[in-house]
């Protein structure tokens, strides 16, 4: 009786947000059962609390970080919240060969070229059809999901062995294609040549229910590549999300509508308009950029991602420095993200010719970059 009102109590308050008397209550119903599973809502419990060291700790103490991929995963996203890369690793030293097949076929950042062709390892003049045939013979003999090669491939960008990072970033897709960090990261990580991703693109097993997530992964890829057809397959895109949209309205019963504020008079879709800004931002069409990515940040203020590093190049290369100085203030003072930030301000002095300051902030960026795989 005691341990159903427990474990009642440790969702409701979950499902509250309230992360202390979360843990409260579990901790009393893993003293009551004693069960790994009570210990995995424990730990779950700490990790939402940012107790990270405290989560790993305890799956560590109960022998329970292989028992399971839920498991696993908790022990590497608390390691890698704690910047613990090493330690990372150090969890697949004593374990099956299977944790140490990568050295089979791929080779560390510090190896020479001429040891990569030695071993025909030259990843980047490999076919994208040869790595990801590499890629399903791992998935074959694999017994941990594509989350674990997700947090893998974070792991070795952390500590700037790229191709590790892109054969664990490669299984995960070859399993799921649908885990899209994994797909981000590939490219934002530029782990691969333009032709390869091309190429991966079309060969990723996608069910033919997920047309529409090739066409979103499609608009990033168009985003990165000077491709002269990438805009109109934005375009493309967004008239089918509003399509999409007006069908949705039809078949509900609420008579609401939210306003048109995007492009094509369809809701905003930041994502879509961020992929849209970039490719105006390879095309050097600063003016263009600078209103995309200033209107995703008008719609999502807190968004860290690809649209402020586009906002912010944008009002350098445009020489908005007041915007660009309050813009650089608003992210030091609210946004803790160093690399943003540096970044904004290293802009900042470069645009008012401080040049001497401006590389000290701009070398910050290039410091800080290798361990922050995200």
Not at 143 to 160: H, N, Q, T
């Given at each position: 009786m005691e341990q159903q009102r427990l474990a009642v109590l440790v969702q409701q308050s979950l499902a509250q947000y309230d992360n202390t008397t979360a843990s409260f209550y579990a901790q009393n119903l893993l003293t009551i059962t004693n069960k790994d599973e009570d210990a995995k809502v424990l730990a779950d419990c700490y990790f939402r609390s940012k107790q990270y060291h405290r989560a790993f700790h305890l799956i560590k103490s109960r022998n329970l970080v292989f028992k399971d991929d839920q498991f696993l995963q908790l022990a590497l996203q608390s390691l890698i919240e704690t910047g613990q890369w090493e330690e990372c690793l150090d969890l697949f030293e004593n374990q099956e060969e299977e944790w140490r097949s990568l050295d089979l076929y791929v080779s560390t950042s510090s190896s020479s070229?001429?040891?990569?062709?030695?071993?025909?390892?030259?990843?980047?003049?490999?076919?994208?059809?040869?790595?990801?045939?590499?890629?399903?013979?791992?998935?074959?003999?694999?017994?941990?999901?594509?989350?674990?090669?997700?947090?893998?491939?974070?792991?070795?960008?952390?500590?700037?062995?790229?191709?590790?990072?892109?054969?664990?970033?490669?299984?995960?897709?070859?399993?799921?294609?649908?885990?899209?960090?994994?797909?981000?990261?590939?490219?934002?990580?530029?782990?691969?040549?333009?032709?390869?991703?091309?190429?991966?693109?079309?060969?990723?097993?996608?069910?033919?229910?997920d047309s529409f997530i090739v066409d979103l992964y499609q608009s990033k890829l168009s985003s990165f590549h000077k491709d002269s057809g990438a805009g109109k397959k934005i375009t493309d895109l967004e008239a089918r999300l509003k399509e999409s949209m007006g069908v949705a309205s039809r078949l509900s019963f609420s008579e609401e509508r939210p306003k048109p504020v995007g492009p094509n008079n369809s809701v905003a879709n930041t994502y879509l308009l961020t992929c849209r800004a970039a490719f105006h931002a390879q095309h050097f069409d600063h003016h263009q950029a600078y209103q995309l990515s200033k209107k995703v940040l008008e719609i999502d203020p807190f968004n860290m991602d690809d649209a402020q590093f586009i906002y912010i190049t944008s009002l350098k290369e445009l020489k908005l420095k007041n915007e660009l100085y309050l813009h650089s203030h608003k992210l030091v003072d609210k946004f803790p993200h160093p690399i943003l930030s540096w970044y904004a301000v290293a802009c900042y002095y470069l645009t008012i010719e401080k040049l001497d300051l401006a590389r000290q902030y701009f070398s910050k960026v290039t410091r800080e970059v290798p361990t922050d795989p995200l």
């Open positions: 070229s001429q040891e990569q062709q030695a071993a025909g390892l030259d990843i980047k003049k490999m076919r994208m059809s040869q790595l990801l045939q590499n890629a399903a013979k791992r998935v074959a003999s694999w017994k941990w999901g594509p989350e674990v090669d997700l947090s893998r491939a974070r792991i070795y960008l952390a500590l700037d062995q790229r191709n590790r990072a892109l054969i664990c970033l490669l299984r995960a897709l070859f399993s799921r294609p649908t885990l899209f960090q994994a797909f981000d990261l590939l490219l934002d990580h530029h782990l691969l040549t333009s032709l390869q991703e091309v190429e991966l693109l079309k060969l990723l097993p996608f069910d033919p229910q």
